[in-house]
């Protein structure tokens, strides 16, 4: 999966909540906003249905 970059401006409180969480689960900050993301996507069912490449069933 191809991955782009982007400027995110934050607040700054919400910034150091983020870090903590990140670092209470030993993810980057950048690792926790995509996992959050991914995992709002996925309750919405805003996610298009795709295999999951990572998956080896051999």
Known sequence: ???KAFALRIDEKML??????ADDEFRSIN??????????????GRLPAVADE???DD
Do not use: V
């Open 1 to 3: 999966m191809a991955k």
């Open 31 to 44: 690792g926790q906003i995509e996992y959050l993301l991914h995992d709002a996507l996925k309750k919405a």
């Open 54 to 56: 990572s998956r080896n």
């Open 16 to 21: 150091s909540a983020l870090q903590r969480w």
